[in-house]
T-cell receptor, first 114, second 116 residues
Framework: AQKITQTQPGMFVQEKEAVTLDCTYDTSDPSYGLFWYKQPSSGEMIFLIYQGSYDQQNATEGRYSLNFQKARKSANLVISASQLGDSAMYFCAMRERNAGKSTFGDGTTLTVKP | SAVISQKPSRDICQRGTSLTIQCQVDSQVTMMFWYRQQPGQSLTLIATANQGSEATYESGFVIDKFPISRPNLTFSTLTVSNMSPEDSSIYLC?????????????FGEGSRLTVL
Protein backbone atom coordinates (compact mmCIF):
# COMPACT_ATOMS: atom_id res chain seq x y z
CA ALA A 1 0.00 0.00 0.00
CA GLN A 2 1.25 3.42 -0.84
CA LYS A 3 2.30 5.35 2.22
CA ILE A 4 1.87 8.81 0.74
CA THR A 5 -0.96 9.64 -1.66
CA GLN A 6 -1.26 12.82 -3.64
CA THR A 7 -4.42 12.60 -5.72
CA GLN A 8 -3.96 15.77 -7.76
CA PRO A 9 -1.50 15.28 -10.62
CA GLY A 10 -1.99 18.91 -11.68
CA MET A 11 -3.54 22.03 -10.21
CA PHE A 12 -4.13 25.53 -11.55
CA VAL A 13 -4.54 28.68 -9.48
CA GLN A 14 -4.94 32.32 -10.30
CA GLU A 15 -2.17 34.61 -9.15
CA LYS A 16 -2.86 36.08 -5.67
CA GLU A 17 -5.39 33.38 -4.80
CA ALA A 18 -4.93 30.57 -2.30
CA VAL A 19 -4.56 26.92 -3.26
CA THR A 20 -4.66 23.65 -1.33
CA LEU A 21 -2.60 20.65 -2.35
CA ASP A 22 -3.85 17.37 -0.93
CA CYS A 23 -1.83 14.71 0.82
CA THR A 24 -2.94 11.64 2.73
CA TYR A 25 -0.66 9.17 4.43
CA ASP A 26 -0.69 5.74 5.97
CA THR A 27 1.39 4.60 8.93
CA SER A 28 1.15 2.56 12.08
CA ASP A 29 4.11 4.31 13.67
CA PRO A 30 2.81 6.77 16.30
CA SER A 31 5.83 9.00 15.78
CA TYR A 32 6.35 10.47 12.34
CA GLY A 33 7.01 13.68 10.50
CA LEU A 34 5.31 15.08 7.46
CA PHE A 35 7.08 17.35 4.98
CA TRP A 36 6.38 19.31 1.85
CA TYR A 37 9.03 19.97 -0.76
CA LYS A 38 8.99 22.13 -3.85
CA GLN A 39 10.76 21.23 -7.08
CA PRO A 40 10.88 24.00 -9.67
CA SER A 41 11.60 23.23 -13.30
CA SER A 42 15.29 23.72 -12.58
CA GLY A 43 15.18 20.46 -10.63
CA GLU A 44 16.38 21.32 -7.15
CA MET A 45 14.36 20.09 -4.17
CA ILE A 46 13.46 22.76 -1.64
CA PHE A 47 12.11 22.02 1.83
CA LEU A 48 9.01 24.06 2.62
CA ILE A 49 7.35 22.98 5.84
CA TYR A 50 7.31 20.31 8.55
CA GLN A 51 4.61 18.89 10.81
CA GLY A 52 5.32 16.46 13.62
CA SER A 53 2.77 13.82 14.56
CA TYR A 54 2.60 15.10 18.11
CA ASP A 55 2.34 18.77 17.19
CA GLN A 56 -0.90 20.25 18.45
CA GLN A 57 -0.94 23.21 16.12
CA ASN A 58 -0.76 23.36 12.34
CA ALA A 59 2.63 24.38 11.02
CA THR A 60 3.05 27.68 9.22
CA GLU A 61 6.00 29.13 7.29
CA GLY A 62 5.29 32.44 5.66
CA ARG A 63 2.73 31.87 2.92
CA TYR A 64 2.78 28.12 3.51
CA SER A 65 0.60 26.39 6.07
CA LEU A 66 -0.06 22.75 6.68
CA ASN A 67 -3.62 21.65 7.41
CA PHE A 68 -2.92 18.63 9.61
CA GLN A 69 -5.88 16.37 10.34
CA LYS A 70 -4.40 13.46 12.23
CA ALA A 71 -7.56 11.36 12.54
CA ARG A 72 -8.09 11.57 8.79
CA LYS A 73 -4.35 11.08 8.13
CA SER A 74 -4.18 14.09 5.91
CA ALA A 75 -1.56 16.82 5.66
CA ASN A 76 -2.65 19.29 3.04
CA LEU A 77 -0.44 22.19 2.01
CA VAL A 78 -2.08 25.59 1.72
CA ILE A 79 -0.31 28.28 -0.27
CA SER A 80 -1.78 31.71 0.24
CA ALA A 81 -1.49 34.65 -2.17
CA SER A 82 -0.03 32.54 -4.99
CA GLN A 83 2.82 33.98 -7.00
CA LEU A 84 4.05 33.08 -10.47
CA GLY A 85 7.20 31.71 -8.89
CA ASP A 86 5.12 29.14 -7.03
CA SER A 87 4.67 27.21 -10.27
CA ALA A 88 6.48 23.95 -9.59
CA MET A 89 6.07 20.32 -8.60
CA TYR A 90 5.16 19.82 -4.94
CA PHE A 91 5.92 16.63 -3.07
CA CYS A 92 4.49 15.46 0.22
CA ALA A 93 6.76 13.17 2.23
CA MET A 94 6.68 11.25 5.47
CA ARG A 95 9.45 10.08 7.76
CA GLU A 96 8.47 7.40 10.25
CA ARG A 97 10.70 7.38 13.31
CA ASN A 98 11.22 3.64 13.17
CA ALA A 99 11.99 3.62 9.45
CA GLY A 100 14.64 6.34 9.57
CA LYS A 101 14.05 7.42 5.99
CA SER A 102 11.60 9.54 4.02
CA THR A 103 8.98 8.32 1.56
CA PHE A 104 7.60 10.63 -1.11
CA GLY A 105 4.24 10.96 -2.81
CA ASP A 106 3.85 11.15 -6.58
CA GLY A 107 3.73 14.93 -6.56
CA THR A 108 1.36 17.65 -7.75
CA THR A 109 2.26 20.06 -10.52
CA LEU A 110 1.03 23.54 -9.63
CA THR A 111 0.64 26.17 -12.31
CA VAL A 112 -0.02 29.74 -11.29
CA LYS A 113 -1.82 31.76 -13.93
CA PRO A 114 -1.25 35.52 -14.28
CA SER B 1 21.30 24.19 6.47
CA ALA B 2 23.74 21.85 4.76
CA VAL B 3 25.23 22.71 1.39
CA ILE B 4 25.50 19.70 -0.89
CA SER B 5 27.49 19.64 -4.09
CA GLN B 6 26.91 16.98 -6.69
CA LYS B 7 28.79 16.26 -9.84
CA PRO B 8 28.39 15.78 -12.65
CA SER B 9 25.27 17.92 -12.94
CA ARG B 10 24.39 16.17 -16.15
CA ASP B 11 25.87 13.66 -18.53
CA ILE B 12 25.04 11.69 -21.62
CA CYS B 13 26.24 8.13 -21.45
CA GLN B 14 26.44 5.17 -23.75
CA ARG B 15 24.64 1.94 -23.03
CA GLY B 16 26.78 -0.54 -21.14
CA THR B 17 29.08 2.01 -19.53
CA SER B 18 29.22 3.04 -15.87
CA LEU B 19 29.18 6.47 -14.31
CA THR B 20 30.11 7.59 -10.82
CA ILE B 21 28.28 10.48 -9.18
CA GLN B 22 29.99 12.36 -6.37
CA CYS B 23 28.30 14.05 -3.43
CA GLN B 24 30.13 16.43 -1.10
CA VAL B 25 28.52 17.92 2.03
CA ASP B 26 29.86 20.96 3.84
CA SER B 27 29.35 19.38 7.26
CA GLN B 28 29.71 15.97 8.84
CA VAL B 29 26.58 13.84 8.59
CA THR B 30 25.83 10.34 9.73
CA MET B 31 23.59 9.19 6.92
CA MET B 32 23.49 10.15 3.29
CA PHE B 33 20.62 9.14 1.03
CA TRP B 34 20.63 8.45 -2.68
CA TYR B 35 17.36 8.94 -4.56
CA ARG B 36 16.37 8.36 -8.16
CA GLN B 37 13.78 10.44 -9.94
CA GLN B 38 12.71 9.08 -13.30
CA PRO B 39 11.27 11.59 -15.77
CA GLY B 40 8.05 13.12 -14.50
CA GLN B 41 7.93 10.86 -11.48
CA SER B 42 8.49 10.92 -7.75
CA LEU B 43 11.65 10.28 -5.77
CA THR B 44 12.54 6.68 -5.02
CA LEU B 45 15.12 5.88 -2.39
CA ILE B 46 17.96 3.76 -3.76
CA ALA B 47 20.03 3.32 -0.62
CA THR B 48 21.21 4.84 2.64
CA ALA B 49 24.94 5.31 2.93
CA ASN B 50 26.49 5.13 6.40
CA GLN B 51 30.12 5.89 7.04
CA GLY B 52 32.14 2.81 7.91
CA SER B 53 29.53 0.24 6.94
CA GLU B 54 27.84 -1.20 3.87
CA ALA B 55 25.06 0.83 2.35
CA THR B 56 21.51 -0.30 2.99
CA TYR B 57 19.64 -0.85 -0.26
CA GLU B 58 15.90 -0.57 -0.82
CA SER B 59 13.85 -3.25 -2.46
CA GLY B 60 14.53 -3.35 -6.18
CA PHE B 61 18.03 -1.91 -5.93
CA VAL B 62 21.18 -4.02 -5.66
CA ILE B 63 24.80 -3.29 -4.87
CA ASP B 64 26.09 -4.72 -8.16
CA LYS B 65 24.05 -2.21 -10.13
CA PHE B 66 24.43 0.77 -7.76
CA PRO B 67 27.64 0.41 -5.74
CA ILE B 68 28.04 3.13 -3.13
CA SER B 69 31.09 4.35 -1.30
CA ARG B 70 31.12 6.37 1.90
CA PRO B 71 34.76 6.95 2.84
CA ASN B 72 34.12 9.72 5.38
CA LEU B 73 31.37 11.79 6.99
CA THR B 74 31.23 14.42 4.25
CA PHE B 75 31.49 12.46 1.02
CA SER B 76 29.77 9.67 -0.89
CA THR B 77 29.68 8.28 -4.40
CA LEU B 78 27.02 6.39 -6.29
CA THR B 79 27.96 4.41 -9.38
CA VAL B 80 25.36 3.46 -11.96
CA SER B 81 26.80 0.34 -13.56
CA ASN B 82 26.22 -1.19 -16.98
CA MET B 83 23.76 1.51 -17.86
CA SER B 84 20.71 1.07 -20.05
CA PRO B 85 18.22 3.68 -21.30
CA GLU B 86 15.96 2.76 -18.35
CA ASP B 87 18.60 4.28 -16.06
CA SER B 88 18.00 7.72 -17.54
CA SER B 89 16.98 9.70 -14.47
CA ILE B 90 17.92 12.41 -12.06
CA TYR B 91 19.99 11.04 -9.21
CA LEU B 92 19.82 13.06 -6.01
CA CYS B 93 22.02 12.98 -2.96
CA UNK B 94 20.47 14.16 0.29
CA UNK B 95 21.16 14.47 4.01
CA UNK B 96 18.97 15.11 7.00
CA UNK B 97 19.14 18.35 8.92
CA UNK B 98 20.88 17.15 12.08
CA UNK B 99 20.31 20.41 13.94
CA UNK B 100 16.53 20.50 13.70
CA UNK B 101 16.10 16.81 14.48
CA UNK B 102 12.92 16.74 12.44
CA UNK B 103 14.30 14.72 9.55
CA UNK B 104 13.91 17.36 6.88
CA UNK B 105 16.12 16.69 3.91
CA UNK B 106 18.60 18.87 2.11
CA PHE B 107 19.31 17.91 -1.46
CA GLY B 108 22.10 18.33 -3.91
CA GLU B 109 21.25 19.90 -7.23
CA GLY B 110 20.95 16.46 -8.79
CA SER B 111 22.74 14.61 -11.56
CA ARG B 112 20.69 14.29 -14.72
CA LEU B 113 21.79 11.21 -16.66
CA THR B 114 20.71 10.37 -20.17
CA VAL B 115 21.63 6.93 -21.46
CA LEU B 116 21.60 6.39 -25.20
Amino acid sequence: AQKITQTQPGMFVQEKEAVTLDCTYDTSDPSYGLFWYKQPSSGEMIFLIYQGSYDQQNATEGRYSLNFQKARKSANLVISASQLGDSAMYFCAMRERNAGKSTFGDGTTLTVKP
Amino acid sequence: SAVISQKPSRDICQRGTSLTIQCQVDSQVTMMFWYRQQPGQSLTLIATANQGSEATYESGFVIDKFPISRPNLTFSTLTVSNMSPEDSSIYLCSVEDSRSGTGELFFGEGSRLTVL
